[in-house]
């Protein structure tokens, strides 16, 4: 069964987008494999493994996580929700950039809290939610030491880490070992510091990404530009 996601992504003739898809070895909007970055003192091998996870769901920020499409919607109608919703939103620019490592990934997150980016989540969120169908049992058991709040966003929304618990984040590497975080986080911010050279982000569309199956890779399906209605 197909899953769903609104993310937001780096347009295509950035330093940024070309960056993460290659840390990653892997160019959604396109689905193919491309040749990857290996920082120095990682095996092709073990690299590999550190980006599996995130090269599965391509390079992006989230902003409405992965959903089955509820009964009565069809892939069309989302479509069209992901243009209208773009056309309405304002392009968020200039959003310096640094590696982070949280909750045991390495990821690209906003230098200061950005409330632009924060609102537009938001909005993210609460828009598609009609199209999102409800949690199964799999789906709960998999979200393990939530907060009380969050326990309560994940049966709103089908997703814990929204509203307060938002962060704004475009994932790396990870989950990583304890012995190797510090290594992958040290790596990557040189490899950014050297191919980004100071490029900030900015968020000029939303992007339907979509899984045409369990486990599948997740494919950039659409990039609605914003601000266009």
């Not at 689905?31 to 970055?37: A, C, L, M, N």
């Not at 799999?138 to 618990?165: C, S």
């Not at 045409?212 to 950039?220: E, F, K, Q, S």
């Amino acid at each position: 069964m197909a899953r769903y996601a609104i993310y937001a992504a780096p347009e295509r003739d950035t330093r940024l987008w070309h960056f993460g898809c290659r840390v990653l070895g892997r160019d959604a909007e396109t689905g193919e494999d491309i040749e990857q970055i290996v920082p120095k003192g990682f095996a092709p091998e073990e690299w590999r493994e550190i980006t599996a996870s995130p090269r599965r769901y391509g390079f992006h920020a989230t902003l409405k996580a992965p959903f089955v499409l509820a009964d009565g919607r069809s892939e069309e109608e989302l479509f069209d929700a992901v243009r209208t919703f773009a056309g309405r939103q304002v392009p968020v620019e200039n959003v310096p950039l640094v590696p982070e490592f949280s909750g045991g990934f390495v990821l690209l997150a906003p230098q200061q809290p950005d409330a632009r980016l924060d609102t537009f989540a938001e909005a993210s969120v609460q828009y598609f939610e009609p199209f999102r169908a409800p949690l199964t049992a799999e789906d709960r058991a998999r979200r393990k030491n939530l907060t009380e709040r969050q326990a309560g966003y994940l049966e709103r929304f089908g997703y814990p880490y929204v509203f307060e618990d938002f962060q704004f984040h475009l994932t790396l590497a990870g989950p990583l070992p304890e012995d190797r975080a510090a290594d992958v986080h040290a790596a990557l911010s040189a490899a950014a510091e050297q191919a980004l050279k100071g490029e900030p982000l900015s968020v000029r569309s939303v992007c339907l990404f979509r899984e045409a199956g369990h486990g599948d890779p997740a494919r950039l399906v659409l990039r609605a530009p914003l601000g266009t209605r």
